[in-house]
């Protein structure tokens, strides 16, 4: 994440000075509108739509997309739980997908998870790295299965020249504490398709029929939520987004140089990358559990199995089926029964087991991660 500073200070102050909190009265001169704005220049994206959490965003996404009851929405089986918890918020039910050695959702394994039920696919860009976008572009496009890309760990990054999130249908960004971008909370749908954002929008603002918008005169009203953002996250999002690419430069430059000294063991390897000449995270995978175990116990190092709610054996409230009310319950609704157990995914356990995340230290000068380089690999030989 960038660092918390003066900028958004600055912004902070000058929100607080005209006294007006609420986005919609900023007006185009507002924070946040120039906040999306400058987004959609930056990541080439024809509709920004700020939200306050990624959460939300993907809600939004899946409801604008046209995602409802009945409907199966494959994610993968390494994700934030949010990610599984989305469709069922709009109705449809998570279908659960293993993840290969990149981490992302297994390409082959969504085709044999795809039913008559499948209406989309959420490929989910996990700790900066990228999914196989072409390969799931390819098989949605047979099954005409839409795209809703989780870039909420991924904000800004590229996958062979366009950024994540800015590929499928729509995508989601997160801007919570971990993330690349920090309002604390926050988030954004990212979508070329102006129905899909004229219904995002409604979708995000209580149905946002007392506000004028020009183009959304064809889309009939419908109930909505509340999700907007106050200026004072528009503010922060605004001040920070020129360090966030600087940010990934800093990943992108500390990528090779982390690689070159883990390359040098038979001990562990480097994880698979969908785009590697873009890489800005680093995982490498052990030949054991106890091997990587062994390997987090260094500094800036993490086991991906010992990351709680990002394992699908730890969605306690999916594993259980358990909505806030049960006649609320989409897997009531669904075409068929659906089951989860403890080993659907084994081979993502296998994976996770034994595949340890290596910080590539952005706050650090590069002669430091040299150092921690060849300290890690001392570590492991
Ligand atoms: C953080 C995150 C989310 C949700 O973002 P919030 O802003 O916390 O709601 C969704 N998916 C993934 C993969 C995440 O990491």
Redesign the pocket.
Known sequence: MPRVGFSEWLALTKVVARGQLLRYRGGEQGYTTQFEQNLEKQIGVKHALTVN??????ISALAAAGIGPGDEVLVPAY??V??AI?PLMVGAVPIVVDVNESLTIDPEDIKRKITPYTKAIMP???LNLVCDMDSIVAIAREHRLKIIE?A??AVGLTYKGRRVGTIGDAG?Y???Q??NLNSG???AVLTNDDRLFTRARMFHDAGSYTREYSYESNEAPFTGMNFKVSELTGAVLHAQLPKLDPLISRLRARYPIMVKHLSKTNKLRVSPHNDPENAAGLTVILDTAEDAKKFAQNRGVDRLIDTGR?VYTNWRPIMTQRTFDDRMNPWKWAKRDIQYSEDMCSKTLDILSRTCRVSLGPQYPIPFMEWRGRSLLKAVS
């Open positions: 959490s990624g959460t939300s965003a993907l994700t934030w949010a990610t989305a989910v860009h996990m989780d909420c760990q989601a997160s801007f919570n971990f993330k909370e926050g988030g990002h």
